[in-house]
C-alpha cells in the first residue's frame, strides 16, 4: 500500500466515526437514544441493508463465487417473501405495542420467562456474530499489515464502540447511509477494473462463456437434497424460516426499522430492502466470478491465505511445498496458454471451443489437487492455520491487482461494512440488555438518565466481549457461512415463539416456554452431531431454522392441549 491508499483508508473510516459522534451530539432520552428517532423510508432501508451487509459480505462472498459459483444466491430468494409477512402480521403489532424490543411484546403476550428466554437466546447468538464481524476485516488488514489479528480486533472493536456508545441508534442510522454509498461505489468501481483489465480480445459475453464452461454461473438448482445448504428448495424453505426469524426477531433488524416515523415508512423501507438485497448479492456474487476468470489469465498463489504460505514455508515441509509450487506454475502456465487460445477461439466462433473446454477442465483438476496436496502440508506445519483460502481470494486481488488509492478505497469498503453491522449489533445487544434484562429486572425505578447511561455501558460491554470472542473464533467453511450457522441453531426456536405468539391464540407462556426449551435443545443437538461428530449426517444448518420453528409450534399445541381439552388452541389471533 503507498501513501494514498493509507490516507484514503485512514479519512474514511475517520470521517465515518466523526460524522456519528458530531451528529448525535448533545443529550438524548432513552427513546432517541434507543430508539433512534423518527427516520424515513430510505433511512429505515439503508440503515437495514447495512445492517447484513457485514465486511463478511464483501470480503467472503466474492470468494464463495470464486469457488462455487452463482449457486449461493439463491440462499437469498426467501427473503422477499419473509420481507412482506414481517410487513403484513410483525410491523403492525411492534408500532402498536411501541416497543423498544421485540421481546417486550412476548411479556405482553405470554410472560416475563418466555420474554426473558428468547432475549437470551438472541444475546448468545448475536453476540457471538459480532465476534465474527470483528474478526473479518481483522483478516484484511493482518493480510495488510503483517500484524497480529489480536490487535486489529482490539483496534477495529475500539472504532465501532466510539460512535456507538456517543450515539447509540440515531449514530448507527445516520453513519450506516454515508457506509452504503461508499461500499457501493467501491464494488461497482471493483467490477468495472476487473473487467477492464481482462485481455482485449476477452468481452464481458465471452468472460460469461467462460464463467460458465467452468459450471460458475449455475444460479438455480432444483435438485432436493437436505445435504445440499444451497438449492431452490432450501432457500425457499430453510431461508425463508431463517429471514423471517432474522428481520422480524432479531433485534438488531428490528431496531432499524422500529426508528421508522409512521408504519407506511418501516414497511416501505424494509420492501425497498427486500427489492435490492437479492440484485445487490447477485452483483458481489458476480464480482467473484469475474475475479476467477481473471485469475485464468493471472497467476495465483498455491494458497491465498498469507500467514498459511508463510507458516508451511518456514516449516520442515518448506521442500515439498516448494515442489508443489513448481508443479503448479507450471499447470498455470499451461493453463494459461489454452485460456488465451479458448478466448481466441470464443471471439471467431471456432469450432476448437469445445476442446479447449475439456482442457480447461483437466487442468483446473490438476490446479485443485495441487492445492488440496498443499492445504495437507499446511495443516502439517501448523494446525491452528486455517488451510481454507476462500476468504482471502478478494483480498489478495484487491493488494495485488489494483492501480493505488483503489486499494485504499476497497479497504475502506470492507471495513465500513465491517463497522456498520458490527455497530448495529452491539446497538441492538445494548438495547436488549438494558429493556428486556436490566430495567425489567429492576427493583427500583430510576430516572431516564441512568438507563441512557446504563446503555452506553453496556454497549461498552458487549464491545469488549465481541472483542474477546473474535480473537479466539476460527473459519468455518468460510466467514458467511459460519454466521448463518450460529443464526440457524437459535432462529427457529425464536421465530417459533413468536409465530405462536401472533396467530395461536389460546397457547399461554407456560406451554411455549417449556417447548422453546426441548426445541432448542434438540436443534443445538442436531447442529452439533451433523457439523462435528463425523459419520453422522442429520439436517445441514438451513434446515435447523423450520425445524426448531415448526418443533416449538408443534411441542406448545401439544403441551397446551395436554393440559386443556379446549380445542380452541387452534384459533388464529386476529391483527
Known sequence: MEVIDWFILVSTLAFIVLYGVYKTRGRQTSEEYIKGGDARWWTVGLSVMA?????????????????????????????PIAIIIICV????????????????????????KTRSLAS??????????????????????????????????????????????????KAVN??????????????????????????????????LTMAGSADKMKVLDFDFSLNDRYNVWSALFGATFLMLSYFGTDQSQVQRYLSGKSIKQMRIGLLFNGLLKVPMQFFILMVGVMVFVFYQFNSTPLNFNPAAEKAVKESLYAGEYSRLESSHEEILNEKQEVQKNYAAALSTSSEDVGNYEIALDYLRTQEETNRQKARELINKADEGIETNDKDFVFIHFILNHLPKG??????????????????????????????????????????????????????????????????????????????????????????????????FKKIKGQAIFIAAIISQFVVFTCAILHEFVE???????????????????TLALIISSVNKEDNSIFEFQKN
Open 51 to 79: 445492517t447484513q451487509a457485514s465486511a463478511i459480505t464483501f470480503l467472503s462472498t466474492p470468494g464463495q463465487a470464486y469457488t462455487d459459483g452463482l449457486e449461493f444466491v439463491q440462499f437469498y430468494f426467501g427473503l
Open 89 to 112: 402480521t410483525f410491523i403492525p403489532i411492534y408500532h402498536r405495542l411501541k416497543v423498544y424490543t421485540a421481546y417486550e411484546f412476548l411479556e405482553k403476550r405470554f410472560d416475563l
Open 120 to 169: 437470551i437466546l438472541f444475546l448468545i447468538q448475536r453476540g457471538l456474530a459480532a465476534g465474527i464481524t470483528i474478526y473479518a476485516p481483522a483478516i484484511i488488514l493482518s493480510a495488510v499489515l503483517d500484524w497480529e489479528l489480536k490487535y486489529l480486533n482490539i483496534i477495529i472493536g475500539i472504532l465501532v464502540i466510539i460512535y456507538t456508545v456517543s450515539g447509540g441508534t
Open 174 to 207: 445516520v453513519t450506516q447511509k454515508q457506509q452504503m454509498i461508499i461500499i457501493m461505489a467501491g464494488m461497482v468501481t471493483a467490477f468495472v477494473l476487473i473487467v477492464t483489465q481482462l485481455p482485449d480480445n476477452v468481452s464481458f459475453d465471452n468472460a
Open 406 to 503: 483503489l486499494i485504499g478505497l476497497l479497504l475502506a469498503v470492507i471495513l465500513s461494512a465491517a463497522m456498520s453491522s458490527t455497530a448495529s449489533e452491539l446497538n441492538a445487544l445494548s438495547s436488549t440488555t438494558a429493556v428486556d434484562i436490566y430495567k425489567r429486572y429492576s427493583t427500583k425505578e430510576k430516572d431516564d438518565d441512568h438507563y441512557v447511561n446504563m446503555s452506553k455501558w453496556f454497549t461498552l460491554m458487549w464491545g469488549v466481549i465481541a472483542i474477546g470472542f473474535a480473537s479466539f473464533v476460527s473459519l468455518f467453511d468460510n466467514l458467511i457461512q459460519l454466521v448463518n450457522f450460529i443464526g440457524s441453531i437459535f432462529y427457529g426456536t425464536i421465530l417459533g415463539i413468536f409465530l405462536v405468539a401472533f396467530y
Open 535 to 553: 459419520g453422522i449426517e442429520i439436517l445441514p444448518f438451513l434446515w435447523l431454522n423450520p425445524l426448531g420453528a415448526i418443533l416449538t409450534i
